[in-house]
């Protein structure tokens, strides 16, 4: 059975979440990317840094293998020495986008 999950990804900018979405598409690793601008504070090095980031929501299906080569794909194309890549589960989505998100994902072929 599929399962969805969805990907919460910080990126330095719109650029970087944009450059990483077409990639991580273009590889057929996920099926949709929502792009969302963000206020950011968090401590890094003894310092307490305030800036805008970019939250890039990926949508792609629960799979140890397609979910490791995501985090890989990500680490190479990221500025960040350590970057955000949390995995969200799905509780629920209807099934006919869930459908879509498996005809659009390599792994499910």
Do not use: F
Not at 59 to 68: C, E, G, I, Q, V
Not at 77 to 99: E, F, G, K, T
């Amino acid at each position: 059975m599929n399962e969805m999950v969805l990907l919460y990804i910080v990126c330095g900018g719109q650029a970087e979440a944009e450059a990483i979405s077409r990639a991580l598409l273009a590889e057929r690793l996920i099926a949709c990317a929502n792009l969302h601008p963000i206020s950011s504070l968090y401590c890094w090095q003894g310092e307490t840094v305030s800036e805008g980031e970019v939250v890039l929501l990926a949508k792609t299906l629960r799979h140890p293998a397609l979910l490791s080569l995501i985090e890989e794909r990500v680490r190479a194309l990221h500025s960040y020495a350590i970057p955000c890549i949390m995995q969200l589960p799905v509780a629920q989505v209807n099934a006919d986008y869930l459908r879509w998100i498996v005809e659009q994902v390599a792994v499910a072929q």
